[in-house]
């Protein structure tokens, strides 16, 4: 009932009011219905439904603790990769492996991966060394400025001859000093067990120096040289040794050596033209014989051809018992 009257007040109201006015009020109550209606939606029903937003849009607090997450991932992903990496062995294991005769390509890479073992605990050792490093430093410092202040106030005293009575608040009793800690450093012993030995070949007849054997170590190899005793020999022996050997070398080369004439390869050795040269004493010019050349094949050569040979094989030795200057 009271709804009733107020629409038929609401009716005469705009009775009241003039054409125009009445005009003016029905469009902005159709402005204001319509504004309502542009954040709804109508379903198939004629039901009005709240619209939501097509996309958000992220805070800056969102995007930093998202960032910071990223990262904290890589870096534990940094962390997993550098462990799976350097992946715990000892040397007690290499030294297992060559007991056992694995392959040298083997052996060489589990040193390799215990070497890197101890180089990143090492590397721990080091970054908590300086640490303590610095504390101590401090407590040092600390330490010695006391007992510098205390032996600054006992030569005082001793001085002006104080009484005791005036000293009693002073701090007399001096502290001790600690000391820095160790540099922690790697100990080469057991890296060097398990590397590879080779034995230096040395010419033991022309050293010049008298020295025991030695080893030395080559650590960016992984290998143990061992070097034999050597003596110190004069420059006569020497010269008597190389001369030797100068003698000992032209005779291999002679007893191999051979010769080509007319396509017939000829032995050219000592006793080859000792052969030819008996050959020739007994031949005539017209005259042929059966020779064996050196690949075994059984010819038959003339003088002239037993000749040339022979002369070939002469001046290649000659050439070989005399260097040249």
């Not at 209606?37 to 958000?56: M, Q």
């Not at 040193?111 to 407590?139: D, G, N, S, T």
């Not at 003698?247 to 007319?262: C, F, G, H, N, P």
């Not at 059984?298 to 002369?311: D, G, I, M, P, T």
Request: charged share 25%; hydrophobic share 35%.
């Amino acid at each position: 009932m009271e709804q009733n009257d107020q629409n038929s007040a609401n009716v005469v109201d705009m009775g009241a009011l003039t054409p125009e006015q009445t005009q003016d009020t029905q469009s902005e109550n159709s402005q204001s219905e319509s504004t309502e209606l542009d954040g709804t939606e109508l379903d198939s029903t004629g039901t009005a439904v709240t619209g939501t937003p097509a996309h958000t849009v992220d805070t800056p607090g969102t995007q930093d603790a998202t960032q910071q997450t990223s990262e904290q991932e890589g870096d534990e992903s940094e962390l997993a990769t550098d462990e799976a990496h350097v992946a715990p062995i000892s040397y007690e294991e290499v030294l297992t492996k060559m007991a056992l005769r694995h392959s040298q390509s083997e052996i060489d890479a589990a040193l390799a991966q215990a070497i890197a073992f101890e180089q990143a605990q090492h590397v721990e050792a080091y970054q908590q060394w300086e640490l303590e490093v610095v504390i101590a430093q401090a407590k040092r410092d600390d330490a010695l400025a006391h007992n510098a202040t205390v032996t600054a106030a006992e030569n005082r005293a001793e001085s002006s001859a104080e009484s005791p009575a005036v000293n009693e608040g002073a701090e007399t009793a001096l502290v001790d000093v600690p000391e820095l800690p160790q540099q922690p450093k790697i100990d080469m012993a057991l890296r060097r067990s398990c590397y590879c030995t080779e034995y230096v070949e040395v010419d033991l007849e022309l050293t010049t120096q008298t020295q025991a054997q030695r080893k030395e170590y080559d650590d960016a190899a992984h290998i143990l040289r061992i070097y034999p005793a050597t003596e110190a020999h004069s420059a006569e022996y020497i010269a008597q040794v190389q001369r030797t050997r100068f003698k000992a070398s032209r005779a291999r080369k002679v007893a191999q050596q051979t010769v080509i004439v007319e396509g017939m390869e000829f032995d050219a050795d000592e006793l080859s033209q000792q052969r030819m040269a008996r050959a020739l004493l007994l031949m005539n010019e017209t005259q042929t014989t059966m020779w064996v050349l050196a690949n075994n094949e059984v010819v038959q050569v003339n003088k002239k051809q037993l000749f040339e040979a022979c002369k070939q094989a002469g001046e290649q030795q000659s050439a070989l018992w005399v260097p040249a200057i």
